[in-house]
Each structure stands twice: as C-alpha cells, then as structure tokens.
C-alpha cells in the first residue's frame, strides 16, 4: 500500500473518531501510550507485501471472499457453553511483549463467552508469529492460522484485541451493510485502486447499531455484546 493510499484509508476510517486512545496496557518498558489504534495499524502495515483487505485483513486461502455463511468460520463451544480458541506465541517475542499479548487476550475473559488458551495439541488454532505488520484472517480458518504482531509496533492491547476479534469473525464497522445509515463515505477522495476497501459487504449486524467508538475502543461495549451474541446463536444452532 502506497503511504498516499493509506493515509487517505486512514482518514477514512477515522471518519471523525481519530480520538487519542489511552492504551491500557504499552509495554512494559515504555509509558503509557497515546495511540490511535487505526493508525498504528495502517502505518505498519505500510510495509507488508501481504494482500491485506480493509487494511489488516488477510485475504482467505480457502474462501474466495472475506465472508462466511457456514459456522466453519466460527470457533467451537465447549460443553460448559465456552468458546475456546487455542493460541501460541512465536519465541520471537520478548517475556513482557508475550505478556501484553496475554493480558490482552484475558480482557476477553471477564467479558464474554471466549476463552483463549494454550495450545496442546487443537489442529486449529492462532499463531501470534512477528511479521511486518499488524494484521489477522476473519474468523476461523481452519489449521495454524496466524495473527501477525510486529514486535515493534503491533504488541499493544488495543491493537492486539483489534486482531482477535477479527479472528473471532468481526469485521470493521464502516463496510457493514447498512453503513450508509450512520456514515457517509467520500468516495470523490478514495483511490480507484482502494476503492474495494471501503466495498460494503454481507454483514450480520446482530441487530446491534453502528458502533462509532469500535474505531478508538479495542473492546467496546457492543464489541462485547456481538461476540456473546453470535458465539450464544452457534452453541443453540450447531449443539
Ligand atoms: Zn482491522
């Protein structure tokens, strides 16, 4: 991606939510950081020859389109009624990077249905590997799929939980299906070559509104409620 191209992605996607985030949890070196997580993002991501779809989505290996109308791209619930997603982290990371990854992996913990746990021996599970970039597939796809953390610039709560929930089969919110009603995009300052970015796309919305802060919060309230929403509606249809 051309630094002309993203900064314009980037203003985009910021719409008029560009706010500072107080990052809960930098690292543990470092003080606390003001970062605007969208930023950050596409900024890594500049360097990345990855075809990356809405700026930090891995195209699928096995889908044609960043879509799902099976629950195969779901992760399973357990019989206790938990979705346990199995995760490793690359030896590349330092002890207080691999813990920011685990602290905010926990955040899950306290707030919805998802559990995510060490791997033993799962055939699916997330590899959190040190690529260039910060960037993750759309829900499960089956196997060793990573989440690519750049050491250097990725391994922030915030950004972390942007790339699981995308794991766990989230998209962003400005090319879901009824985008229209809640923002306008301006697509007299969009790039021809990035216009597929900015596609909407077959969402399920869950009945949940637009959420304006997703662009700023990494785990917000209707990011909570759409995650036990959509893991609940699997445990009812496929158990
Ligand atoms: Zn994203």
Same mark, same amino acid.
Do not use: F, M
């Given at each position: 991606m051309t630094p002309s191209a993203s900064l314009l992605l980037l203003l985009l996607l910021g719409l008029s939510q560009a706010l500072p985030l107080q990052e809960e949890?930098?690292? %543990? !070196?470092?003080?606390p950081d003001i970062v605007d997580i969208t930023t950050r993002i596409l900024t890594s991501n500049e360097g990345s020859d990855e075809i990356l &779809? %809405?700026?930090? &989505?891995l195209a699928p290996r096995t889908r044609?389109?960043?879509?799902?109308? $099976?629950? #195969?791209c779901f992760w399973k619930k357990n019989s206790s009624g938990l979705v346990t997603v199995p995760f490793t982290v690359s030896r590349e990371f330092t002890r207080s990077e691999k813990q920011v990854i685990v602290n905010a992996l926990q955040g899950f913990h306290s707030k919805t249905c998802i559990r995510f746990v060490p791997r033993n021996?799962?055939? !699916?599970y997330i590899s959190v590997e040190n690529k260039v970039g910060c960037y993750s597939y759309f829900g499960k796809v089956g196997g060793r799929q990573m989440v690519s &953390?750049?050491?250097?610039?990725?391994?922030y709560y915030g950004i972390i939980q942007h790339e699981f929930k995308h794991a766990l089969g989230f998209r962003h %919110?400005? $090319?879901?299906? !009824?985008?229209d009603d809640y923002v306008k995009i301006n697509?007299?300052?969009?790039d021809p070559q990035m216009a597929y970015n900015f596609d909407k796309q077959v969402t399920? #919305?869950?009945? $949940?509104?637009? !959420?304006?802060t997703s662009i700023i919060q990494s785990l917000s309230y209707w990011d909570i409620t759409r995650i036990n929403k959509l893991y609940s509606y699997y445990k009812l249809s496929s158990l």
């Open positions: 949890g930098g690292k %543990e !070196d470092e003080a &779809l %809405e700026g930090d &989505l044609n389109a960043i879509i799902c109308y $099976t629950q #195969n021996n799962e055939i !699916d &953390l750049q050491r250097q610039s990725c391994v %919110e400005h $090319t879901r299906s !009824d985008r697509w007299a300052n969009i399920n #919305n869950q009945n $949940t509104p637009y !959420d304006y």
